[in-house]
């Protein structure tokens, strides 16, 4: 059955980095690309933008440019987010979603704070 | 970007009543391969979002036949048949007709 399992949650300070991974398992990685979302406390979902898991092009959307970083580890079916510079607002939940949103991960919370 | 709109924001609804949300689109949702891209998600208290309808009106696997999808367009609904409590949560439109993708603000579903 297909799994998308992230790494556990993220205790940061602020101007440091995070690496978010969600490893996939039950389907060939490379057949879909792989979609990341946040969500910030009590907010809605928000499209960071997404990454081909074929070529390892990454597509961000407006406002997760610079400090957000998709790459992939193909031999370990594994996807990740990089974030640096972290800020007190980038703290959230981090999904990862296969293709067209059809399996997710349980989310990675990542917190900023002093 | 294509901006989302879903209405009602919050949804009271008494056990066994049918339900329904709104979600328009501000461009047409129709893709270059004729699909309208657009999708339906389920996010119960702490957990994931689940994707309940795809391309208006196909239910994914596992999904009751009590969702179902509708529209055209720009104007989409999602209309539960007979609310079960297992349905509170929130739900939200998303169309990845073009990038950037786009969420609706959600609507909270409760029971009354």
């Known amino acids: 059955q297909v799994q998308l399992v992230q790494s556990g949650s993220e205790l940061k300070t602020p101007g440091a980095s995070v690496k978010v991974s969600c490893k996939a398992s039950?389907?060939?990685?490379?057949?879909?690309?792989m979609n990341w979302m946040r969500q910030a406390p009590g907010q809605g979902l928000e499209w960071m933008g997404w990454?081909?898991?074929?070529?390892?092009?990454?597509t961000y959307a407006q406002g997760f440019t610079g400090r957000f970083v998709f790459s992939l580890d193909t031999s370990v079916s594994t996807a990740y987010l990089q974030i640096s510079s972290l800020k007190a607002e980038d703290t959230a939940v981090y999904y990862c979603?296969?293709?067209?949103?059809?399996?997710w991960g349980q989310g990675t919370l990542v917190t900023v704070s002093s | 970007d294509v901006v989302m709109t879903q209405s009602p924001l919050s949804l009271p609804v008494t056990l066994g009543q049918p339900a329904s949300i709104s979600c328009r689109s501000s461009?047409?949702?129709?893709?270059?391969?004729?699909?309208?891209?657009l999708n339906w998600f389920q996010q119960r208290p702490g957990q994931s979002p689940r994707r309940l309808i795809y391309?208006?009106?196909k239910r994914d696997s596992g999904v009751p036949d009590r969702f179902s999808g509708s529209g055209s367009g720009t104007d989409f609904t999602l209309k539960i048949s007979r609310v079960e409590a297992e349905d509170v949560g929130v739900y939200y439109c998303?169309?990845?007709?073009?990038?950037?993708?786009?969420f609706g603000q959600g609507t909270k579903l409760e029971i009354k």
């Open positions: 979603a296969r293709g067209r949103g059809d399996f």
């Open positions: 039950g389907y060939t990685f490379t057949s879909q690309a």
């Open positions: 990454i081909n898991t074929n070529t390892g092009n990454p």
């Open positions: 461009q047409s949702l129709v893709y270059s391969d004729g699909n309208t891209y």
């Open positions: 391309k208006v009106s």
């Open positions: 998303m169309q990845d007709a073009q990038d950037p993708y786009t």
